[in-house]
Nanobody, 124 residues
Framework: QVQLVESGGGLVQAGDSLRLSCVAS????????MGWFRQAPGKEREFVAT????????DYADSVRGRFTISRDNAKNTVYLQMNSLKPEDTAVYYC?????????????????WGRGTQVTVSS
């Protein structure tokens, strides 16, 4: 498993932007497919975005496509989530996750390592 630590969350207004970061402990960070998920109060954890090992391929939930961008810097063991045009419905705890192998997944059970999350609150 790999240790993951998220940062960058906060309280913003609708329309604002935030950039989340997730630093991984693994020396082999480049061998992991990475994902971002979120969980709002009373709801299940849901897929947000994922990126393959090289950073050349990404996938997004329909609810964030065109507003959020996932990227990674393998030299810094870091994956990012740039969130623009934030909406109140984006309010949630955002989790970073790591998956061994080349293929990415939209499913929680597809990831073996998780961070503790960072809170994002968007006010209207």
């Amino acid at each position: 498993q790999v240790q993951l630590v998220e940062s960058g969350g906060g309280l913003v207004q609708a329309g604002d932007s935030l950039r989340l970061s997730c630093v991984a402990s693994a020396r082999t960070f480049g061998s992991y497919t990475m994902g971002w998920f979120r969980q709002a109060p009373g709801k299940e954890r849901e897929f947000v975005a994922t990126i393959n090992r090289s950073g050349g391929s990404t996938d997004y939930a329909d609810s964030v496509r065109g507003r959020f961008t996932i990227s990674r810097d393998n030299a810094k063991n870091t994956v990012y989530l740039q969130m623009n045009s934030l909406k109140p419905e984006d309010t949630a705890v955002y989790y970073c996750a790591a998956r061994e192998g080349a293929s990415y997944s939209r499913y929680v059970y597809g990831y073996g390592s998780w961070g503790r999350g960072t809170q994002v609150t968007v006010s209207s």
